[in-house]
């Protein structure tokens, strides 16, 4: 008898330290989440920040460009909006795109191009239906570089949105979907238009 309780108390001394392993990992992977959840805020604020202080302008908003870029305002951003919404509308995610912030164009090099940075946000999107606009925008215009995705969770947190009007690689609907700011930059030549590749 003595014999099994000692057998027990090594086996519950074992889970015990096999549970604490894996609560340790779980404490790390959290910390690192919270990490990752500031930094994502602090990136979905930034063009806000800089959108109220005047150093950039929205699509379809007055002309905010340099004197010295015919066009970079509303018209040379929204030739660029346009073949954003087309590739938006492509992959079938028209209404989650909720904004699109520009940056002023800044100085890229010698041949006196510029280059314009918009930050996409969108809202209740899944990673296929990103793909997809992605894919679509590279195709349909190749002088588009997509330099940055970031992923959060949706803010309506209480209603999880579910699109069953795209199947997974399964078959079965796609239920997780995030709020999402794809980053593209353009690189404009002086007179507003996108230099060749």
Same mark, same amino acid.
């Given at each position: 008898m003595t014999r099994l309780l000692a057998i027990l108390c090594l086996i519950a001394a074992v889970a015990a330290g096999f549970a604490l392993v894996r609560l340790d990992a779980a404490a790390t992977q959290a910390a690192a989440a919270e990490r990752e959840l500031v930094d994502s805020r602090q990136f979905l604020a930034d063009p806000a920040?800089? !959108?109220?202080a005047g150093q950039v302008g929205l699509i379809g908003g007055p002309a905010t460009g340099p004197s010295? !870029?015919?066009?970079?305002?509303a018209g040379a951003n929204g030739a660029l909006e346009s073949?954003?919404?087309?590739?938006?509308a492509a992959a079938g995610i028209a209404d989650r795109l909720r904004e699109i912030v520009w940056t002023k164009p800044g100085n890229s090099g010698?041949?006196?191009?510029?280059?314009?940075?918009g930050y996409l946000q969108f809202g209740n999107v899944n990673l296929e239906q990103l793909t997809r606009f !992605?894919?679509?925008l590279a195709e349909t215009d190749p002088t588009s570089r997509t330099q940055m995705i970031e992923l959060a969770a949706p803010a309506?947190?209480?209603?999880?949105?579910?699109?069953?009007a795209t199947p997974s690689a399964a078959g079965e609907p796609s239920s997780e979907t995030w709020s999402a700011v794809v980053t593209v930059s353009y690189r404009l030549r002086p007179s507003g238009k996108r230099p060749a590749n």
């Open positions: 920040r800089r !959108l109220a010295g !870029l015919a066009g970079a305002g073949g954003i919404r087309q590739s938006v010698a041949d006196e191009a510029r280059e314009v940075t !992605l894919h679509h309506s947190e209480g209603s999880p949105a579910t699109n069953s």
